[in-house]
């Protein structure tokens, strides 16, 4: 089983360029969520999606935007990004929201400029 | 007052010791994680527990619900061992303790 896959691994972009990341999960899992993780802050969630159909805002959802495309997949994308957002990001996965094991992707490291 | 809290923040053995790891967290819970996030920046989880004591390996995490708090144990630490380790409760969303770094020397 390849788990959860996060892409890309590595981007920089310039400020005010626009991009995706993807995340796929091939556990069945309902729950969804992307996360940032930045030095002396620990991961702070930024969306997250309970089921199938739903997203809703975490602790740091200004400047993202998110879709759940079907149960396997759920993009992050940043519309304008801005050197704040220079951070690394995981996509993570669970069966349940509430009391089931988490699993994470690889993460992405992005650089805005 | 950060609603998860760890200690010790860094922790550094020699290959062999007993090494605790602590987590404090404010609110009510229905779990808490244990994570490890190797040098690579690879996330795994170790355990979800919401009561008692769980075992592997090495590995050992306990949880003490009335006194909000949680351990993680590693007995005979290994060079391998050396990881950053969160704890994360769930009171409905993920909130995550800053992570303690852990450097086992030979």
């Known amino acids: 089983n390849a788990g959860v896959t996060q892409t890309p691994k590595f981007q920089v972009l310039k400020t005010g360029q626009s991009m995706t990341l993807q995340c796929a999960q091939d556990?069945?899992?309902?729950?969804m969520y992307w996360y940032r993780q930045d030095p002396g802050m620990g991961l702070r969630l930024i969306y997250y999606s309970a089921s199938e159909g739903t997203t809703d805002k975490g602790e740091v959802p200004n400047g993202y935007n998110v879709s759940r495309l079907n149960k396997r997949e759920f993009s992050l994308r940043l519309e304008s990004a801005a050197p704040s957002q220079t951070s690394v990001y995981f996509c993570?996965?669970?069966?349940?929201?509430?009391?089931?094991?988490?699993?994470f992707g690889n993460g992405t490291r992005l650089t805005v400029t | 007052k950060n609603e998860v809290e760890q200690s010790p923040q860094n922790l550094t053995a020699q290959e062999g010791e007993f090494i605790t790891i602590n987590c404090s967290y404010s609110v009510g819970i229905s779990a808490l994680h244990w994570l490890q996030q190797h040098p690579g920046g690879g996330i795994v989880s170790l355990f979800m527990l919401s009561s008692g004591k769980k075992k592997h390996g090495r590995l050992i995490a306990t949880i003490n619900i009335q006194e909000k708090h949680s351990s993680l144990h590693i007995t005979a630490s290994h060079p391998r061992d050396s990881a950053v380790y969160i704890c994360a409760v769930i009171p409905g969303k993920l909130t995550f303790g800053q992570g303690t770094i852990l450097t086992v020397h030979p």
């Open positions: 556990m069945n899992h309902n729950s």
């Open positions: 993570a996965s669970n069966l349940s929201s509430y009391n089931s094991p988490l699993h």
